[in-house]
């Protein structure tokens, strides 16, 4: 055997595993799951081809439209906050101060936390008697009932969400550090202001990261399903905080409407690649890559 | 926005040296300025960031009364006691199946013996013993310090006795001219005096909440059965994906960069959409209910740590495996006895951020298990708020300080590799 065949042999054999796995625990699904979202089928009967029959209830369905509202407001709200919440700490951080470690711990940890035991906290920490309402009652400002009302309610979990963005800041960071602090000396020959640095740097150098934070935003909170399954069970008040994964897991293992859950995956999974697609349409644009 | 201005502008020496001197002062001040800015802004920022914190561990030590307090109660408080024998019903000790009980006497037995309904300890608390006359003992009972009025003057007492009809009956001991008198007064009157200080109890009685009813402590199989998932899961994917990414990162085979590129593509597919019929495979294998569906995975490889590793393993320089090579190392010799010592520091990085993402799951196990002793101590937490939340605010979130603890240990303990971990998944790329 001569060595190139060699060498292909152990490649093969080196990804195997991750094929093995690729096929049984992606494709596999990823094409049953499109089968299925044709058929009427739970696990405990042989599904039953019906055509668009899923595609056409669900289109009908309420409960459907309110999840994806839900869905879509968190994700308008959250989105962007996050993205220049995030930017912003992380600006501040670079900036060489005293204590930076500190503050990076404090801004970061939170996002490594369990969700459940955040969404356990915050439970306490937005209750009518919790620390939020006590500070506004402090300044004489009669809180909300922010778990209990409609309007309220989805704004609890963006805040909460926004609590943990320090993952996102911490990749700010990385690429806030890599703009070599040549192209600021430039700018700052250049008579260059805070902002003006800020606009023509400092944006451009790290756009490659907004772009990366902006899909990985997108793919996970679209997915947003810990944090109001266990502080709203059952999407209260008035289905106000009933997502999309939410509604598709009580499809799939509550009411037992696998082929349902299937097609709301495939709807999930089209509107995320649009979403992707249309982000890195915008970017191709505004995003500057070389250097740094 | 940048202007064109300096280009035209005379040089910097030209400058008359006051002007200079001028700007380069005031350059100092807003230096100064914009640097107490972004501290001002960090401070308050952070404040904010530990406000949940601090209200959950403050939270965590109140008693329940206190947790709900209106107006809030900042610093967890402990109510003062003061031994004392005149309480009423007087307090005993006995032995009880070898361990030393105190408790209330209920009523004398014509055979000589007393029965006595347990106070403490708490797990026995309720139960009445049989107990020979001799061996009961009148102890001190720690009864809680209150403050009051007792003819029209301030009084501290001790609380002797619990009335019907909401009153309390107290015994004066401050000041000293009125000490020792007893009267009885509404409870609402009465104010504990209390001293900050922290209410430890509550967290081995949310770690064993339920442990009688089922026999055994919740929390403890929550904990071993995340250790356990979380041990394989780590030790799968880091073992798998090193194998995957060497494939990537240091073999030439035919399909390898179109392959390369479908490993990326699946970071796309939402969890949600393979749910179902990923629960239907465990489910032909019998495996719904165990840990099988929540680790076995992690062994095949997943595309972000292959990604990860590929550009760390492709950074490793060539020549060391030729060398090898040419002293007849095979394939194997090439990843396990070179490469893997090598690449320690990214393993390490996929090792925790696989570790922390294990620790935390609640959909997996959520999906896959039913049995609440196979539960992890994010879906037991879970369970424990649906069930027990909304009362007892200190003991959910004595909980949750367990649940969260580990981690937070954890990143103190590898704070740099976190840091290189996000350094190394090379964004730039």
Do not use: L
């Given at each position: 055997m001569t060595r190139q065949k060699q060498e292909a042999r152990n490649g093969y054999i080196f990804v195997s595993p991750w094929f093995i796995g690729f096929v049984l625990f992606l494709l596999y699904p990823l094409v049953a799951s499109l089968c299925y979202s044709f058929c009427d089928y739970s696990v405990l009967k042989t599904p039953v081809f019906t055509g668009l029959d899923n595609f056409i209830r669900l289109f009908h369905d309420d409960v459907f439209w309110t999840c994806v509202k839900n869905t879509a407001y968190f994700c308008a709200i959250f989105l962007p906050a996050s993205l220049v919440l995030s930017l912003g700490l992380a600006m501040l951080l670079n900036t060489k101060v005293w204590g930076m470690s500190i503050y990076r711990t404090i801004f970061y940890l939170p996002s490594l936390l369990p969700l459940v035991a955040t969404a356990c906290v915050f439970l306490w920490v937005f209750d009518s008697k919790g620390v939020v309402n006590s500070f506004l009652q402090m300044i004489h400002i009669h809180g909300p009932d922010w778990l209990a009302s409609t309007a309220w309610s989805k704004i609890t979990i963006i805040l909460l969400s926004l609590w943990g963005v320090g993952n996102t800041m911490i990749i700010y960071l990385a690429g806030l550090q890599e703009v070599p602090q040549s192209l600021y000396e430039a700018a700052e020959i250049d008579g260059a202001k805070a902002w003006a640095k800020t606009k023509s740097v400092t944006l451009p150098m790290i756009s490659p990261v907004i772009l990366f934070n902006l899909i990985i935003g997108i793919v996970g909170s679209i997915q947003i399903f810990t944090i109001p399954y266990v502080m709203f069970p059952q999407g209260t008040p008035a289905n106000s905080t009933y997502f999309y994964t939410e509604y598709l897991y009580d499809n799939a293992?509550?009411?037992?409407?696998m082929g349902y859950a299937c097609a709301m995956g495939w709807i999930l999974f089209v509107v995320t690649l649009l979403l992707t697609l249309v982000s890195l349409k915008i970017s191709n644009k505004h995003v500057h890559y070389g250097g740094g | 926005m940048v202007t064109e201005e300096p280009k035209t502008s005379?040089?910097?020496?030209?400058?008359p040296s006051e002007k200079r001197a001028r700007t380069q002062r005031s350059g100092r001040a807003a230096a100064a300025a914009k640097l107490t800015a972004t501290h001002i802004a960090l401070i308050v920022l952070s404040v904010v960031f530990l406000i949940p914190f601090f209200w959950m561990l403050s939270t965590s030590f109140k008693t329940v009364k206190d947790a709900v307090a209106d107006p809030p109660i900042w610093i967890p408080q402990i109510q003062q006691t003061v031994p004392t024998l005149a309480s009423y019903p007087p307090l005993f000790q006995t032995t009880y199946q070898g361990r030393q009980v105190r408790g209330n006497i209920k009523s004398e037995l014509p055979n000589g013996n007393t029965q006595v309904e347990i106070v403490q300890p708490d797990d026995l608390k309720g139960t009445v013993v049989d107990s020979p006359r001799a061996q009961l003992r009148q102890v001190a009972f720690d009864a809680p310090v209150v403050s009051g009025e007792f003819q029209h003057q301030k009084v501290t007492a001790i609380v002797l006795r619990e009335l019907d009809d909401s009153r309390q009956q107290v015994q004066v001991i401050e000041p000293e001219s009125l000490k020792g008198q007893q009267f009885t007064d509404l409870a609402t009157n009465l104010k504990p005096v209390t001293h900050p200080g922290l209410q430890w109890k509550n967290y081995p009685d949310a770690f064993t909440y339920d442990s009688k009813s089922l026999g055994y402590i919740p929390f403890l199989y929550y904990f071993r059965n995340t250790i356990i998932i979380c041990w394989l899961v780590v030790v799968g994917t880091v073992f798998s994906n090193a194998l995957a990414a060497y494939a990537f990162a240091r073999l030439r085979w035919r399909g390898r960069e179109a392959f390369f590129v479908l490993t990326l593509a699946?970071?796309?597919?939402?969890f949600p959409v393979v749910m179902v019929p990923l629960y239907g495979v465990f489910k032909a294998l019998g495996w719904?209910?165990?840990f099988r569906p929540l680790w076995v995975?992690?062994?095949?490889?997943?595309a972000f740590n292959i990604f990860l590793l590929r550009q760390f393993f492709r950074g490793i320089p060539f020549e060391l495996s030729e060398a090898a090579t040419i002293d007849g190392a095979n394939e194997w010799q090439l990843f396990w006895d070179i490469l893997i010592p090598l690449a320690k520091p990214a393993l390490a990085v996929v090792a925790l951020f696989t570790f922390i993402a294990c620790w935390t799951d609640f959909l997996g196990p959520l999906i896959y298990l039913s049995d609440q002793k196979t539960y992890t101590l994010s879906l037991g937490l879970a369970s424990y708020q649906s069930r027990n939340?909304?009362?007892?605010w200190n003991l959910l979130m004595a909980a949750s300080t367990i649940v969260v603890a580990p981690v937070v240990v954890l990143f103190f303990f590898t704070q740099k590799l976190f840091i290189r971990g996000i350094a190394l998944t090379g964004l730039k790329g």
């Open positions: 293992f509550k009411f037992h409407e | 005379p040089a910097p020496s030209a400058e699946t970071m796309m597919v939402p719904i209910g165990t995975p992690a062994f095949f490889g997943s939340g909304g009362t007892d």
